[in-house]
């Protein structure tokens, strides 16, 4: 008996917890967020506008003067292979960096358990940096740019729904990302003999390091009165490397989100990142600038995300149009070692069910 109203209650539990309303999907950020009903189809653009300015030592704020005495790790390497001259102290200070992100996206769900995601991500990233000179004086010489932009990764992931009532759901993720493009691109730069020549770009300006990750995480979604918490938690991990790789990854993000109306929704989000340095080596790159070096990379970030989701009927179709935007600003950089500081970054983002 016990066993029958079990499963009655179950039926009469609408299945359809979560309405298509502005709130329903997550902060623009946070991929992986929802599944979708057997036999949709949903694609997405997401436009991301990443700004660094500055440099950070372990965590504080540290200036040019400051990074003109820390020692060059390469400067005995170069001498041993009887090479010329390399400054004993870094030369090169990155000034400001621009990192744009374009990720297209599409979710198909071949049944109401399992929803199948891909993604393509395109990267442009221009870094500023000025010359010192390498002896005494220490001098400023002059600044130059670099840049890149190519394909970065690809990525195929499966959601599969765990638990859903009305109140909440989980879901588990399961996915590959192979990075794509070069990781050994070369570019102008200028030394600190005011000299300029082609050179291997630092780890940070190269598009990919062309290594295989395994992505695995777990999202839930609760619904508190007229509000929305979530928290999801993603692991990437190489399982195929190249002779260097960016580190694995631990990022958490826990959001709140509310309602101004059907249409519109706003949310909080608390975003935590937690990356290992670079692994391996190119020993093509060494230069006098704290981005050659494989420790100066990774750490942890915290950052506070504001955002907005909007639905609309511009295009044709049987469903709304979804327009996002979010800002994020970091809280807390604990990174490793010497490296740039990220300033902030604005998500724009189109999701529409076909
Ligand atoms: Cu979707």
């Known amino acids: 008996m016990i066993y029958r109203l079990l499963i009655l209650s179950f039926l009469i539990i609408p299945i359809d917890a979560f309405s298509s309303d502005a709130i329903s999907h997550a902060p623009l950020g946070v991929t992986a967020d929802h599944f979708h009903k057997k036999g949709e189809w949903m694609v997405s653009l997401r436009v991301t506008n990443m700004e660094m300015k500055n440099n950070i030592f372990n965590g504080n704020s540290i200036p040019t003067k400051k990074i003109l005495n820390q020692p060059n790790p390469f400067a005995s390497e170069i001498m041993n292979m009887g090479m010329a001259k390399m400054p004993k102290n870094l030369s090169v200070i990155p000034k400001k960096m621009t990192m744009k992100m374009v990720m297209l996206g599409a979710m198909y769900a071949p049944?109401?358990?399992v929803t199948l995601m891909g993604m393509l991500m395109f990267d442009d990233k221009e870094m500023t940096l000025?010359?010192?000179?390498?002896?005494m004086g220490r001098n400023y010489i002059g600044s130059f740019n670099t840049s890149s932009s190519d394909i970065s990764k690809i990525s195929f992931s499966g959601l599969y729904n765990l638990h859903e009532s009305d109140k909440s759901?989980?879901?588990l993720i399961l996915g590959l990302e192979q990075g794509l493009g070069e990781n050994s691109k070369k570019g102008i730069v200028l030394n600190p003999m005011n000299m300029k020549f082609s050179t291997t770009l630092p780890y940070g300006m190269q598009i990919s390091d062309k290594a295989l990750r395994l992505l695995s995480g777990i999202t839930n979604v609760t619904?508190?009165?007229?509000?929305?918490i979530g928290n999801q938690l993603?692991?990437?991990k190489i399982i195929s490397e190249k002779n260097w790789n960016f580190g694995d990854e631990f990022e958490y993000n826990l959001w709140l989100q509310g309602s101004f109306s059907k249409n519109v929704s706003y949310s909080i989000r608390l975003n935590y990142k937690d990356q290992d340095s670079i692994g391996g080596r190119d020993k093509a790159i060494?230069?006098?600038?704290?981005?050659?070096?494989?420790?100066?990379?990774?750490?942890?970030?915290?950052?506070?995300?504001?955002g907005i989701n909007t639905l609309?009927?511009?295009?044709?179709g049987e469903h709304k149009d979804r327009f996002s935007i979010e800002?994020?600003?970091?809280?807390?950089q604990d990174m490793n070692g010497l490296q740039m500081k990220d300033d902030f970054t604005i998500l724009l983002g189109f999701q529409k069910m076909l």
């Open 169 to 171: 759901r989980w879901h």
């Open 111 to 113: 049944s109401d358990k």
């Open 130 to 135: 000025d010359t010192h000179n390498g002896e």
């Open 234 to 236: 993603v692991i990437k």
């Open 223 to 228: 619904k508190l009165e007229d509000f929305i």
């Open 286 to 306: 060494m230069a006098p600038v704290q981005t050659s070096n494989p420790n100066n990379y990774g750490g942890q970030t915290l950052n506070l995300g504001l």
């Open 327 to 332: 800002i994020l600003k970091p809280i807390d």
């Open 312 to 316: 609309t009927d511009i295009f044709v």
